[in-house]
């Protein structure tokens, strides 16, 4: 198995990279998928939003200055063939203490190489913060592909444009010259209003070939499912958010030509011994009882 490595990224802020990171990463399990995110922010929401707890030193961080090996960062999730190498606030110390060293751009790629080299995942997913820092641009020189998720709305364009510019500068550089953007993911798409069917059709016509026709919709659920720790198709799973981000899956896996109709087929995941972790979900009222971490629990549903 060939392990792809992308970047979820867009210097913009709020626009849904993490939702999308935890949310397709999740989704792609389903489909059989293994998976390891790798929460390049220091806000550390991939994390706390798999339900995982903000641990100093349990970042790449170390990995990054060549004190530790990323194998030894990664942990098991809640979630069947789900891993994560956690973020804490420590590695915005990263920004800094990278940039004195030497072959600054390319910490992260030689820190992910042997995990890639393994070919132990599917998909190595990264999470990266809002900015065009250290961190990012260490992502940016790290992977083949990068999403761009780009939140409906008007200022949309201008953020995809320096992620363009970026792009062509780290492969005209020699710096990643095989870098592509792979793909843009809509996201938070309100039909109700024209503003958000104008930009998709403006970002269609300029983009048709990377856009993904999965729209992800604004919805309350997806908004709530991370203070709960938990990706939207085990939080809510027939919500309109968790059914868009298993289309996702479904349209992502479809691009690359990989198979999954018939991985899909086998029998139902449990959840990891791990799940003990997580904490503790809260109802809201029109939810059901929460599970308790000690009741067996099925997993992720599967796809089809
Ligand atoms: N489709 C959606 N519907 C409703 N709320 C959403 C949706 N997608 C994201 N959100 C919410 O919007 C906020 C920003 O999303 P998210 O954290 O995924 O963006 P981000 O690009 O990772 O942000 P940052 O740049 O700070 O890392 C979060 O509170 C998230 O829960
Ligand atoms: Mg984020």
Same mark, same amino acid.
């Given at each position: 198995?060939? @392990? ?5 990224a ?8 993490? @939702? #999308? ?7 792609? #399990?389903?489909f059989?998928?293994k998976?390891?995110l790798? *929460?390049l922010?220091? =806000?550390a ?12 030193g349990?970042? +790449?961080? &170390?990995?990054l200055l ?11 999730t809640?979630?069947?063939?789900? !891993?994560?190498?956690p973020?804490?606030?420590d590695?915005?110390?990263? &920004?800094?203490d990278?940039?004195?060293?030497d072959?600054y ?6 820190a992910v190489?042997?995990?890639? &080299?393994?070919?132990?995942? !599917?998909f190595i997913?990264?999470?990266?913060p ?13 992977? $083949?592909? +990068?999403?761009?998720?780009m ?6 364009? &201008?953020?995809? /444009? ?5 792009i062509d500068?780290l492969? /005209? ?10 793909g ?12 958000? =069917? =104008?930009?998709?059709?403006e970002v269609?016509?300029h983009?048709?070939d990377q856009?993904?026709e @999965? ?7 997806l908004?709530e ?8 198709? *085990?939080?809510?799973?027939?919500s @309109?958010?968790a059914?868009a ?17 018939? $991985?899909a087929?086998?029998p ?5 011994? #791990?799940?003990s =972790?997580a ?6 009222? *029109?939810?059901?009882?929460p599970?308790q971490?000690?009741?067996?629990? #099925?997993g992720?549903?599967?796809? *089809?």
């Amino acid at each position: 198995m060939k @392990t792809h490595v992308v970047a979820l990224a867009n210097q913009k802020g709020g626009v849904g990279k993490t @939702t #999308t990171s935890i949310n397709l990463s999740a989704a792609l #399990t389903a489909f059989r998928k293994k998976v390891l995110l790798l *929460d390049l922010d220091p =806000q550390a929401n991939a994390t706390s939003g798999l339900g995982l707890p903000k641990t100093e030193g349990a970042s +790449i961080y &170390e990995v990054l200055l060549g004190n530790a090996t990323l194998d030894s960062k990664i942990l098991p999730t809640a979630y069947a063939r789900l !891993d994560i190498v956690p973020a804490e606030v420590d590695l915005a110390g990263a &920004e800094i203490d990278v940039a004195r060293g030497d072959r600054y751009l390319h910490r992260v790629r030689e820190a992910v190489r042997p995990v890639k &080299e393994s070919n132990a995942y !599917d998909f190595i997913l990264i999470d990266c913060p809002p900015s065009l820092g250290i961190l990012t641009m260490n992502a940016l020189a790290a992977v $083949e592909e +990068i999403v761009v998720p780009m939140q409906c709305e008007y200022y949309a364009l &201008e953020g995809l /444009s320096v992620m363009l510019r970026l792009i062509d500068e780290l492969s /005209s550089s020699g710096a990643n010259p095989h870098l592509r953007l792979e793909g843009i993911v809509m996201t938070m798409y309100d039909s109700r209003t024209n503003l958000a =069917q =104008q930009v998709v059709k403006e970002v269609y016509e300029h983009f048709s070939d990377q856009v993904y026709e @999965t729209l992800i919709p604004r919805s309350v659920r997806l908004g709530e499912a991370p203070s709960h720790g938990r990706p939207i198709i *085990d939080y809510d799973p027939s919500s @309109t958010g968790a059914l868009a981000y298993r289309q996702l899956a479904r349209e992502f896996l479809t691009r690359r030509n990989l198979r999954w109709q018939e $991985e899909a087929a086998r029998p139902r995941p449990q959840r990891a011994a #791990t799940a003990s =972790q997580a904490p503790a979900p809260t109802p809201t009222p *029109d939810e059901e009882p929460p599970r308790q971490p000690s009741t067996p629990s #099925t997993g992720l549903p599967e796809c *089809d």
